[in-house]
């Protein structure tokens, strides 16, 4: 079940109140979200037991074995049975380890996502996949485990960097050209401040909508859910490399360049209409305006192939792409060669990326 407003506090006291009096509550949060997981205890007068409030560190870092066994240790101690809820307060990166955590503690115990990024709220908090990382292979472990329920308010976007609410904008972006219509052109548009909650309120509604109808077609992705993926296997790519050159880049802008260079592979597959080459065109104009460029060379190809050639999507040696071809008519397991993607990938090299 997922709640979107403004009075989270509220929201979140209502719900308490219907779950059953025996079962213990536990917070997780990170060192940045601390403060606010504090502030909505206390406004929500929940009084909790502090042993019951858990910290990990922020972001990335935390999705790691080592982290998954503190916060195991942690429920243990403080005496968490299979009857607990988990309460994860923080980005994607927390609601991702915080899943995991709730999915397999005695091999399952109830959880909730209350996410405070951008990027958790439209995408990481909803659709029960949550996962850890195995060194630098991304959610490597994981399961499939949707949260009772969810709790999504703009009010959280308030303190976001804009680096991160640019990150999450991708996802948005995203979501807008699967949709179509209204929606694709609401991303043309720029922006909204944080301030204003209540066209976030829309916003962010929309988006949720837009995910959960393609997980509920598809929970464990066999078909559909794969169109989530549209940007991501060349955004992944850029995203490792870039994190191999000792320069990472944010996630985000590497999915909106994965968005434009995607689309350049669209427009090259005999079924795209005319149109395909106007849905580039936009693209490219507004990932420029909005996103630092990627500069890679003709020299990082070969690193870029690989990491497109090890994406989970691909069937033996065939690629396979999810790929946007106008507004609202996307593909999933579309097949491009690999001398297609390597042109793309070289026209890209010289045009200010
Ligand atoms: N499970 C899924 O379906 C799914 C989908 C997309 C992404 N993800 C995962 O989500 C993660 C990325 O999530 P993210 O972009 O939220 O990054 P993140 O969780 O790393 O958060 C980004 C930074 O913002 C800080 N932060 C969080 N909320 C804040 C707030 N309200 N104010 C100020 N700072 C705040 C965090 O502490 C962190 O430093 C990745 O690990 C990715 O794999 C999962």
């Known amino acids: 079940m997922i709640w979107t407003g403004l009075d989270i506090a509220t929201a979140v006291t209502e719900a308490l109140a219907k779950r059953p009096s025996s079962q213990s509550i536990y917070f997780l949060c990170s060192t940045d979200t601390e403060s606010l997981c504090h502030e909505l205890i206390h406004t929500a007068e929940l009084g909790v037991d502090p042993k019951h409030i858990f910290t990990v560190p922020n972001g990335e870092i935390a999705k790691n074995l080592h982290t998954a066994e503190t916060i195991f240790q942690w429920l243990q101690g403080s005496g968490a049975m299979r009857n607990a809820l988990l309460i994860n307060v923080g980005g994607g990166a927390l609601c991702d380890v915080g899943g995991f955590c709730a999915a397999t503690y005695m091999r399952g115990i109830t959880y909730w996502n209350i996410p405070t990024t951008l990027l958790a709220m439209v995408d990481a908090s909803v ?36 680096t991160e609410l640019l990150s999450g904008w991708a996802e948005v972006i995203k979501h807008g050209v699967l949709s179509g219509g209204k929606q694709f052109q609401q991303i043309l548009k720029p922006i909204p401040a944080v301030t204003d909650h209540q066209t976030w309120s829309g916003i962010l509604t929309w988006n949720i909508k837009v995910k959960s109808r393609i997980v509920e077609a598809d929970f464990t992705e066999q078909g559909e859910r794969k169109l989530l993926n549209l940007g991501h296997t060349i955004g992944h790519a850029l995203e490792s490399w870039s994190h191999d050159q000792q320069s990472p880049i944010a996630h985000g802008n590497a999915v909106a360049w994965g968005l434009v260079l995607e689309t350049a592979l669209a427009c090259t597959c005999a079924e795209a209409p005319q149109e395909t080459e106007a849905l580039y065109q936009s693209l490219k104009q507004l990932v420029q305006s909005l996103y630092p460029p990627i500069k890679y060379g003709n020299m990082d190809i070969p690193s870029l192939m690989e990491y497109i050639r090890a994406d989970k999507k691909n069937q033996d040696e065939s690629l396979l792409f999810s790929l946007a071809f106008t507004p609202g008519n996307c593909k999933y397991n579309c097949e491009i060669s690999a001398e297609t993607v390597v042109q793309i990938l070289q026209d890209h090299v010289d045009d200010g990326h």
């Open 127 to 162: 659709g029960g996949k949550n996962g850890i990382n195995l060194g630098h292979h991304k959610n490597y472990i994981g399961t499939f485990q949707q949260p009772e329920r969810v709790f999504v308010s703009p009010h959280w976007l308030n303190t976001l960097p804009h």
